[in-house]
């Protein structure tokens, strides 16, 4: 079923940068405009139909994925199957007119008990409908480790990818879960790792980064 969650903004100034900033790194302001986000499919293991949801921030500078069925383990009560979660989401973002915007960095965390021996990786990539994929960032945490895990994904200014202007292509999003056993003992313990909402700090966070785009043309700014 597609979800769409509005976030209006409170005033802003409006943004004057000149058309041919949108051939450099320049970042102007959110746009004073409200966001939409069209959640358009969701799949894979670790975000059952239902089980996932977007909200855009008042100041239109991030969305927040939240999870509510996102948990890899291994060990006890554990399925074969179940060491690796992933979820695929495909969004599309309607922004304003005269902008367009990219994912500069991007905030993992959920939680997480794993135990010594174990070790669990999160690994997650985007890319714009028609376009190249970014290439996957993973990040490993080494048991012992009974509490909150968060990771940061940061790209460069001379890397960040904008959608196209004046084009609404859908957003995708690979994000996934995986547990290894390693050496510790599977059949009296269990090892587990979430990237859910059970708190509001157990979320994924993409923060954008806004571009005037230029005027189309036959028209003026």
């Given amino acids: ?113 794993i135990k010594k021996g174990a070790s669990f990786t999160e690994k997650a990539n985007y890319y714009f409908q028609g376009m190249s994929q970014t290439i996957p960032v993973s990040h490993k945490f080494d048991g012992p480790k009974d509490d909150n895990w968060q990771s940061t994904d940061k790209i460069g200014v001379d890397q960040v990818v904008y959608a196209p202007c004046g084009e609404e292509r859908n957003f995708n999003i690979n994000t996934e879960l995986r547990v290894d056993a390693g050496t510790s003992n599977t059949k009296e313990t269990t090892s587990f790792a979430t990237m859910d909402s059970t708190d509001t700090d157990y979320s994924t966070v993409y923060h954008f980064h806004w571009q005037t785009c230029p005027p189309k043309p036959g028209t003026t700014r």
């Fill in 1 to 113: 079923m597609l979800n769409s969650i509005a976030a209006t903004l409170l005033a802003f100034s409006a943004v004057t940068a000149p058309a041919s900033a949108a051939q450099g790194p320049h970042f102007p302001d959110p746009p004073p405009d409200k966001i939409v986000i069209d959640v358009v499919t969701v799949n894979g293991s670790g975000c059952p139909q239902g089980s996932a949801a977007v909200a855009v921030s008042t100041d239109n500078t991030k969305f927040t994925v939240t999870y509510s069925d996102y948990l890899a383990q291994v060990g006890v009560g554990a399925k074969p199957t179940d060491f690796r979660k992933n979820c695929q989401l495909s969004l599309v973002v309607h922004v304003p007119s005269g902008f367009t915007y990219a994912i500069a960095q991007t905030d993992y965390r959920g939680y997480a008990n």
